[in-house]
């Protein structure tokens, strides 16, 4: 099974700030890597897919990069609508697994 | 717009079943991959199983592997969980979702449906 280790578990930071999120797989994952944002009482929402593809209607401040084991999600400028939980997920090889997640926090 | 809705969730007391569904709408059901997803109270996201395009290929998680089974009608376009022999820690939201390993990211989900093990 491929884990995948996000860290840090939880980022404190002020609207406006870069906040960077990063996401340790324990074996090569090629690009096969998900992002994906929650908020309290909802579905997760995909932001990107195949490590550095923006999905449908996701805003240009998102962006991720990376490739094998390491990868990153960055979000240049935070609003107050990206506070939220984000998690990592391959789709390298079954099981699919995701990240524990990065909740990203008001400061 | 796609859409999925989904139903089917509920109090079970420990060692019973249910089934959930996942209606969709506006993509071509049959020739994507689907899969389900679980929440725990609290905790993280945990894959439970996915099913190829044609019905044919599924996998499961270890965790429920004997106890559920997904399913999906084509015809219908709608995706199914059977899950049974329930214990206190499969309560979780229980999500569907578009895709999965070939079948690409898991770019649209379900609203989630709550299954509560307790007697």
């Known amino acids: 099974e491929i884990v995948l280790t996000q860290s840090p578990a939880t980022l404190s930071l002020s609207p406006g700030e870069r906040a960077t999120l990063s996401c340790r797989a324990s074996?090569?994952?090629?690009?096969?890597l998900a992002w994906y944002q929650q908020k309290p009482g909802q579905a997760p929402r995909l932001l990107m897919f195949d490590a550095s593809n923006r999905a449908t209607g996701i805003p240009a401040r998102f962006s991720g990069s990376g490739s094998g084991t390491d990868f990153t999600l960055t979000i240049s400028s935070l609003e107050p609508e990206d506070f939220a939980v984000y998690y990592c997920q391959q789709r390298r090889n079954w099981p699919l697994t995701f990240g524990g997640g990065t909740r990203v926090e008001i400061k | 717009e796609v859409q999925l809705l989904q139903s089917g969730g509920g109090l079970v007391q420990p060692g019973g079943s249910l089934g959930l569904s996942c209606a969709t709408s506006g993509f071509t059901f049959s020739g994507y991959g689907m899969t389900w997803v679980r929440q725990a109270p609290g905790k993280g996201l945990e894959w439970l199983s996915s099913?190829?395009?044609?019905?044919?290929?599924?996998e499961y998680a270890d965790s429920v592997k004997g106890r559920f089974t997904i399913s999906r009608d084509n015809s219908k376009n709608t995706l199914y969980l059977q899950v049974n022999s329930l214990r206190a820690d499969d309560t979780a939201v229980y999500y569907c979702a578009k895709g999965g390993l070939s079948s690409g990211p898991l770019d649209y989900w379900g609203q989630g449906a709550l299954v509560a093990v307790a007697s």
């Open positions: 074996q090569s994952i090629s690009s096969f």
């Open positions: 099913i190829n395009a044609d019905g044919v290929g599924a």
